[in-house]
C-alpha cells in the first residue's frame, strides 16, 4: 500500500491533542483489514504515551502487542521499547500479566515486560 | 627669289600657330573666370558657360512651353498615386492592426484555459489538504470522516 493521505491523517490523529483522536485510531486503524494500516496505527498509538492508548495496544486481544499478524506485533513491541518514558506502559503490563482473563495476553505482556526490562 | 627650305618654313607656321593658340587661351581664361572656376577642359579647349547653361535652359524651356492643362494633368495624377500610396498604407496598417488583434486574443484564450486547468487539478489541491501539520489542528470528526473514506477507497482497491 502506498497511500500518502492515510498515512498523513493517522500520523496527524497521532499528534492530535484531543483525546477522541484515540477513539478514531482505535475503531478504524486498528480494525482495518490491510496490515500496513494497523501497524500505522499501532505506532501512531504507541507514540501518544497515554493510559488509554497503551491500553489499547497492550490489554486488547488482536490488537497492538497481541495482533495475529506478527509483523504488526513486532512492529507495537519495538515501538514500546523505543519510548524514553517506559513508566505508564510497564504499569499496564504489570496489570495485565496479574489481571487479565486470557492466559495467551498474559503471556505476551510478560515477555514485552521482560524485554522492556532489559532495554532500559 | 629667296629659296625656303620646307624645314624652315614649317617652323615659322609652327611659331604663328603657337602665337595664335596663346592669344586664344589667354582671351578664353579671362572670359570664363567666373562661370567655370574649376577650369574644365574638353580636348584642350576650356569649356565655356553655354556648356553649362545649355541643359538648364532646356528644362526651363520645356516646362515654359507645358501647357496649363498638362500641368493640370501631372498635378492630378501626383494627387493620385499619393492617395493609392496612402490607401495601401492604411489598408496594410489594417490588416496588421485586426491580425495583432486576433493573436492577443488567442493567446488570452490559451493563458485563460492553462489558469482553468491548474485550478482544477487535484495535485496542487492535495498538497495542502493532506499535509500533517495542517491536519492536526482541524477537528476530529473532519478527520474521522476522511480517514473513513480514505480506507474505504484503498479495501476497494
Known amino acids: 500500500m502506498n497511500n ?3 498515512k498523513n491523517i493517522i500520523e496527524a490523529l497521532g499528534k492530535h491533542k484531543d483525546a ?12 482495518c483489514p490491510i496490515d500496513e494500516i494497523r501497524e500505522l496505527t499501532s505506532k501512531a498509538l504507541i507514540r501518544k504515551n497515554t493510559h488509554e492508548a497503551l491500553e489499547i495496544m497492550i490489554v486488547n486481544k488482536g490488537k497492538g502487542i497481541n495482533d495475529l499478524s506478527a509483523r504488526v506485533a513486532m512492529c507495537a513491541i519495538n515501538e514500546l521499547l523505543a519510548l ?23 503471556d505476551t505482556a510478560r515477555s514485552v515486560k521482560a524485554l522492556m526490562s532489559f532495554s532500559s | 627669289m629667296q629659296k625656303i627650305s620646307p624645314l624652315r618654313s614649317s617652323i615659322e607656321a609652327f611659331n604663328k600657330f603657337k602665337a595664335l593658340r596663346a592669344n586664344k587661351a589667354s582671351k578664353a581664361e579671362k572670359s570664363n573666370q567666373a562661370t567655370n572656376p574649376f577650369g574644365i577642359t574638353f580636348k584642350g579647349t576650356v ?16 516646362q515654359n512651353s507645358m501647357s496649363l492643362k498638362e ?3 501631372n498635378t492630378g495624377k501626383l494627387l493620385a498615386s499619393a492617395w493609392v500610396g496612402t490607401i495601401n498604407k492604411f489598408s496594410s ?7 495583432f488583434g486576433n493573436k492577443i486574443k488567442e493567446n488570452t484564450i490559451a493563458a ?12 496542487e489541491f492535495d498538497i495542502f489538504k493532506y499535509n500533517v501539520s495542517r491536519l492536526q489542528n482541524q477537528p476530529v470528526s473532519e478527520l474521522r470522516s476522511m480517514l473513513s473514506n480514505e480506507l474505504q477507497g484503498v479495501t476497494n482497491e
Not at chain 1, 524514553?84 to 498474559?106: G, P, W
Not at chain 2, 496598417?93 to 491580425?99: F, G, P, Q, S, V
Open chain 1, 4 to 6: 500518502r493521505r492515510v
Open chain 1, 20 to 31: 477522541e483522536s484515540i477513539q478514531v485510531l482505535n475503531e478504524l486503524g486498528t480494525n
Open chain 1, 84 to 106: 524514553k518514558d517506559k513508566q505508564e506502559a510497564i504499569k499496564i503490563l504489570d496489570d495485565t500479566i496479574n489481571m487479565h482473563s486470557e492466559k495467551e495476553v498474559q
Open chain 2, 47 to 62: 569649356i565655356q558657360m553655354d556648356v553649362f547653361e545649355k541643359t538648364e535652359k532646356t528644362q526651363e524651356a520645356k
Open chain 2, 71 to 73: 500641368r493640370m494633368q
Open chain 2, 93 to 99: 496598417l489594417k490588416t496588421n492592426a485586426i491580425a
Open chain 2, 112 to 123: 485563460a484555459k492553462k489558469i482553468q486547468e491548474i485550478g482544477n487539478t487535484k495535485v
